[in-house]
């Protein structure tokens, strides 16, 4: 018997249509085959567009999507929610029980929701003739659900970024400590879970604070990603690369064999990072030196691990770069005198414990006194007279060099005066000038005004710049010592032959002699290769008109083949050690009647 009107009248419709004209949601009544009996004015205004309640009765719900999509022509992606809920009044008919739905369609050309609320409808014997629905405008819901959701996303890919920014380098993307220390620390868990060991390698580029300084932090940069690239390719996934600062990385090799397993991997690094790096239209080459240490027998610990790893790094230095050392004990009590070294280095400054001593330079052939070098000594309250062997380096590394060179300038030019006062000739003052010195902004100023308070006249004195250091930017040093000889100051290199400076370099320096190394000194006359090595520097001063003086000459062999072969300049033990002021004013009077500038 199909569903009419009255049989909806039966059910108090009169009553229905007060209470539910002015309600704000959509209710509504269909038949079996989706035909409206009731709709209120909600569901005419929001959903259907029709004119008013009696339009709908009798009509499906294609009819109003057809005409829907009338008026949206241009739009045949479109659709409306007469070709979708239709499926959901089969459902609640096919189940016989209230359910609920979200639909979704094109309302007025606009992409509306809808929360719905649909059950069967049964006559008065109780069987299923229809489903009565009730539904919600929630499109303003959706859109901030949406709304909401983006935000979270948003703050979610931030939290990510943020994190992943703090626990990464932003110049290479690797791991920086903090995350290091957590993935080494887990390394140590597992490897102590599995009895294994791990490996940890700390690597230090050599000689890069030269690059940065003479062509940039761009460069510098560069260079830092480039060999991180390089390396990268190399790291199994089980272990990590870190970049701890600078030009500091550190290796976690999980799961290590044995010494020679870590030995061969440290040296295909080496190798791999010893290959041209072309940046901005420089070739440049790298070498790394690498510290080990191992667990359990190192360190069972992160923090003694790295410290152990970083000492071991240190010796690699030491031995002269492009190396690489495994830990042993000795190496922690060389970081902890290094470390009190420092500490005391830098009070050394306040407690005026540096002394400025003198070596005389003499004339082999005549035993005439031509002058004398200002070494630095510092005479500490416990440790005694310390030699620059052990705190020049460290002074080097963090910064002291300037204020130590000007401090044993000062002394020694003081002492200089002092000695013209008194009537003594002590011939030419030669002191050393660390390459930072030489490119600190004041120095020139400095110098002059030092001279100036000192009295001394500027061709008394001679610097001292080592090969080595000249080289790490051999332009900004021609410029800066090209001034300093313009004052009629001389110029010479010290540890000649160590540096590998060349020849095109060599005849733009204003250089007046050349320092023959101690290294290549002391095993003549009976070594042929500092035989050679000797005679050869000696030869190219002659032809470049230059003096020469060997330095760290002992004995009378080597004296006498020296100056057989045309250096007659000397210095060394065989004359003189180094000697305090006093001592050498002493020298100075013996000699008087010998000096021969």
Known sequence: MPFELKDLKEHNSELLNLLTRHLPDMLWVKDLDGVYVYANQAICDGLLMAK??????????????????????????WHTFGELCFNSDIDVIKNNKAMKFEEYGNVKGKLTYLEVYKAPFYD??????????????????????????????????????????ANHDSLTN?????????????????????NKKLALLFIDLDHFKEINDSLGHEIGD?????????????????????????????????????????????LELMEMSKNAYLIDNHTLYMSMSVGVSIYPNDGVSAGALLKNADAAMYKAKDSGR???????????????????????LRKAFVRDELVAYFQPQMNGKTGALVGMEALARWNHSTMGLVFPDRFIPLAESNGMIIELDRIIMTQALGQFK?????????????????????????????????????????????????ESQIMKNPEKSIEILNKISDLGISIAIDDFGTGYSSLA??????????????????????DAEDVAISKTIISLCENLNL???????????????????????????????????????????????????
Not at 330 to 336: F, G, R
């Open 418 to 466: 002092q000695w013209k006062l008194d009537g003594l000739n002590p011939g030419k003052l030669s002191m050393n000038l660390a390459i930072k010195q030489l490119e600190s902004e004041d120095f020139y100023d400095f110098i002059i005004n030092l001279l100036d308070l000192k009295s001394c006249s500027y061709e008394n004195i001679e610097f001292e710049i080592t």
């Open 124 to 165: 008065k014997d109780g069987n299923v003739v229809g489903t009565v629905g009730a539904g919600r405008d929630i499109t303003e819901l959706k859109n901030i659900q949406s709304d909401l959701e983006r935000s979270l996303k948003t703050l979610d890919e931030q939290r990510e970024t943020l994190e992943y920014q």
């Open 52 to 77: 008013d309640v009696s339009e709908p009765i009798g009509k499906g719900d294609v009819f109003f999507a057809l005409r829907e999509r009338e008026l949206h022509r241009d739009e045949p992606s």
């Open 547 to 597: 003096k020469v003086i060997a330095e760290g000459v002992e004995t009378v062999e080597q004296k006498d083949f020296l100056l057989k072969n045309g250096c007659e300049f000397i210095q060394g033990y065989f004359y003189s050690k180094p000697l305090k002021a006093e001592d050498m004013t002493n020298f100075i009077i013996k000699y008087a009647s010998k000096v021969a500038l």
């Open 505 to 526: 370099y060599l005849k733009r320096l204003p250089i007046k002699k050349l320092k023959i190394d101690k290294s290549f000194v002391d095993n003549l006359p009976t």
């Open 222 to 266: 560069k260079i830092l990603v480039e060999f991180t690239r390089v390396i990268s390719t190399r790291i199994r996934s089980a272990d990590t690369l870190s970049r701890l600062g600078g030009d500091e990385f550190c290796v976690i090799l999980n799961d290590v064999r044995d010494v020679d397993s870590i030995t061969d991997f440290i």
């Open 322 to 344: 492009s190396a690489y050392s495994f830990y042993d004990e000795k190496m922690t009590a060389t970081a902890v005198e290094r470390v009190y070294l420092e500490m005391e």
């Open 174 to 194: 690797l791991p920086n400590r903090a995350l290091f220390m957590d993935r080494l620390n887990q390394s140590i868990n597992i490897a102590r879970r599995d």
